[in-house]
């Protein structure tokens, strides 16, 4: 989280405010310093979050964190194998006595939405998202719906090999910037979880540290930051080069290579720099590309790794 002071930097309130969101995280979820920055880069670069890993290991209690630590307004959607789309977007219910129809908004209409255990619900309620997360709004009978600002879907999910599950579509997949794993926690991180729960719930305790005007300011820095013709090229060759790949089916869309740029500018942000280097490229780059390659059937059986691949791609790829 500290700044090269070598780099021309971005001014300190950004600094320290991206910092206090960092503390107030980590309070709740301790040992996992790169996912929290990479959740936090997500949110600066006004993206969607996919957190799949085990049942019990925060993923939840991570996009909570998040959420209360700006001030935004929060809103959690368990899906279930019967939910339905109108569950998430919301209904029009007639009134007898006005005798017109009124629009109830559905949970999808707060600043951060927490979408948990996305991949238990089938199909047509997956989707009910898609305009959502695309578009920021909503349309019902005809008549859209303009979501709030800042909106943000963090999403958990279980392994697709967990009973119960389904799995999300390309399309959905490709509309989160960014997949993280939380994994279990280190030894000495997991006694200090457990002690820590004995006396109180430290999502419990967590204060906002920000108001969302301050979070909606911090965003429109992140986008002022500098991308060069050369870096566009560079992110354009990675693209093109995992599309090519023999053992990737489906490389990077031209959407992801948009929201890739996206996550590079706030990467460079945090680290305080207003302009990209190829580094925040790289450093981005498992966690906007691993949700989005498909291997080839003969890839998955001789048990290639997409992680693997994507540093292949990095380490083949020059800036040109």
């Not at 405010?17 to 040992?31: K, L, M, S, Y």
């Not at 119960?164 to 910037?177: K, S």
């Not at 301050?214 to 599309?243: C, F, K, N, P």
Request: hydrophobic share 40%; aromatic share 4%.
């Amino acid at each position: 989280m500290s700044a090269n002071p070598t780099m021309p930097s971005l001014d300190s309130t950004f600094q320290s405010n991206c910092q206090r969101i960092f503390d107030a995280v980590q309070q709740v979820i301790t040992g996992k310093p790169e996912a929290i920055t990479n959740a936090l880069t997500v949110l600066l670069a006004q993206g969607h979050l996919l957190l799949e890993d085990v049942p019990g290991v925060g993923k939840t209690m991570l996009a909570k964190s998040l959420a209360k630590s700006v001030n935004g307004s929060v809103h959690r959607i368990q899906f279930t194998p019967d939910l339905l789309p109108s569950d998430v977007t919301g209904v029009s219910v007639y009134s007898p006595q006005t005798h017109e129809f009124t629009f109830h908004p559905g949970p999808i209409f707060a600043n951060i939405v927490i979408a948990d255990e996305i991949n238990r619900a089938n199909a047509k309620t997956q989707s009910a998202l898609l305009e959502c997360m695309e578009e920021t709004q909503v349309t019902v009978d005809s008549i859209t719906h303009p979501l709030e600002q800042p909106f943000m879907v963090v999403a958990t999910q279980n392994p697709v090999d967990s009973e119960g599950t389904f799995a999300l579509p390309e399309a959905q997949r490709d509309r989160f910037m960014g997949r993280i794993s939380l994994g279990y926690p280190q030894r000495e991180a997991e006694i200090s979880m457990i002690t820590g729960h004995h006396h109180h719930e430290p999502l419990e305790t967590l204060s906002p540290v920000l108001q969302l005007s301050d979070l909606q300011q911090m965003i429109e820095q992140v986008s002022s930051v500098t991308v060069t013709e050369r870096l566009s090229s560079y992110v354009v060759d990675l693209g093109r080069a995992s599309r090519n790949h023999p053992h990737i089916q489906l490389g990077a869309s031209p959407r992801a290579l948009i929201q890739w740029v996206r996550a590079a500018k706030a990467r460079a942000a945090i680290n305080g720099r207003d302009h990209v280097l190829p580094e925040d490229v790289r450093s981005v780059a498992q966690m906007v590309l691993n949700h989005r390659l498909i291997l080839t059937r003969r890839a998955v059986a001789d048990g290639v790794d997409t992680q693997d691949l994507i540093q292949e791609l990095l380490a083949s790829t020059p800036v040109s």
